[in-house]
């Protein structure tokens, strides 16, 4: 159920800024930056994955409260810089980088450049000479396997992501013979949405032994290893939300032997994470345009549907689609099934299947829970040239408009 001071937030929000909109609530934010630093705080820094989120409002909020960002392109290095955050505060992570992005963020100071391959590491090479760099870079490796509970894998198969374990003894010291690369650590993302504590200590465990082996025998002692956090947040009906403090008590005593090797003695442990972190604090707001009985189903027809927000329409990586958690924006008498679409003219516009609502009419708001991360800029704004969806910072109660993407067409009225 809804905090009962959220829906008069959320309504003031679609009444004074319009339909469909994003509401990020920053007290969520602070609330979950407090309890990662109190359950793995002692062990781990943390990185804002900003491809979650790159809303430039959010991006500056965050930038006082998080010690890192990771970039996944030249233009979310751009939006970051613009955003506050110091290009040496930043790691830039991606399957394929174009040179023209890594000679731009090497020569504006970037942090770490990680690697995802051999390649890429020969034309950094190049790129850090010619602008008489030595560029900081961690590698990417890719583990052969992920535990079982994580909702997307980016290794344990074949992957473009990182460089596969097998092949790391023949490729790391080709790398590490680079003069104008300095290795100072590695960096693993192998799977995310993961809702189980048991399968997240299992991950970074097998990220452990890959980091200790690893750096033995290529002779490593890293100032950083990245852990690509896999943390998943409760999107469904009935998911159980993970519990950091069974996370903790299960790894914390391997990381904290971990940390007692003289090894890693000096070693910043980095959690990089994306919907973990501002996944929760985020609502999307959508208003009824339209109501229907069609052969025995009750339909809603909305004002932002999988243009806006393609994840909850089941279309961003998902085998089913399900319902994410909704609610009535200011409740109502009494409970009906319902199916709600988009705007879009094709079948695939859906953003709920049977979901128990109070009757809904012409007008009324529904509020999408879950909806802080891959929202805007992971959907497909432009199809059908609907107005693209506004971006509300809930500061303390405070409202401000902090959309980014502007609309087709300035939004009639
Ligand atoms: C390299 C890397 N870092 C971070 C993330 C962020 O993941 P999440 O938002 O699930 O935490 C991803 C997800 O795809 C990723 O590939």
């Given amino acids: 159920m809804p905090k009962p001071d959220l829906d008069p937030l959320l309504a ?92 731009a963020t090497i020569a504006a100071g970037l942090g770490e450049l990680v690697l995802e391959s051999l390649r890429e590491a020969q034309a950094a090479n190049r790129i850090a000479a010619a602008l008489g760099r030595v560029q900081p870079v961690l590698i990417r490796l890719a583990p052969d396997r992920v535990p079982k509970g994580f909702g997307d894998h980016m290794a344990g198969r074949p992957s473009p992501f990182g460089i596969d374990i097998e092949d790391a003894p023949e490729i790391l010291p080709q790398i590490l013979a680079l003069p104008h690369l300095r290795v100072i650590g590695l960096h693993i993302y192998s799977g995310t949405q993961c809702l189980k504590p048991a399968a997240i200590a299992e991950n970074w465990r097998i990220f452990l032994q890959i980091f200790r082996d690893t750096c033995a025998a290529q ?27 069974d996370i903790a008590a299960d790894i914390g005593p391997d990381l904290s032997a971990f940390r007692s090797e003289p090894r890693f003695a000096q070693t910043k442990l980095v959690l990089e994470l994306g919907r973990f972190l501002v996944g929760e604090a985020g609502y999307f707001v959508t208003r009824v345009i339209s109501t229907k009985a069609s052969r025995g189903s009750r339909l809603a027809i909305c004002d932002g549907g999988m243009n806006a927000h393609l994840a909850a329409s089941g ?66 704004l432009h199809f059908i040239s609907h107005p693209t969806p506004r971006e509300i910072l809930a500061e303390g109660g405070q409202l401000r408009d902090v959309t980014r993407i502007a609309p087709a067409l300035p939004t009639p009225g």
């Fill in 219 to 245: 002779g490593l002692t890293p100032q950083k290893l990245v852990f690509g956090s896999g943390l998943g947040i409760p999107y469904h009906p009935g998911d159980t939300p993970l519990s950091l403090p």
């Fill in 315 to 380: 279309n961003f990586g998902m085998v089913l689609r399900r319902n994410y958690v909704m609610h009535k924006v200011g409740g109502g008498i009494g409970e009906e099934k319902v199916d709600l679409s988009g705007p879009l003219c094709t079948s695939i516009d859906k953003i709920g299947g049977g979901v128990l609502l109070p009757p809904l009419a012409e007008g009324d708001l529904i509020a999408l829970h879950t909806s802080g991360a891959y929202g805007p800029t992971a959907s497909p």
């Fill in 12 to 103: 003031s929000a679609a009444g004074r800024f319009g339909t469909p909109a994003y509401v990020y609530v920053t007290d969520a934010i602070d609330t979950r930056l407090a309890d990662l630093r109190a359950t793995l705080g002692q062990w781990f820094a943390l990185s804002y994955a900003m491809k979650c989120n790159p809303n430039p409002a959010l991006l500056s909020w965050l930038e006082p409260r998080v010690d890192l960002i990771d970039v996944s392109s030249g233009g979310e290095f751009a939006l970051a810089c613009a955003a506050g955050w110091a290009p040496d505060r930043a790691s830039f992570t991606g399957p394929a980088k174009r040179d023209a992005e890594v000679q």
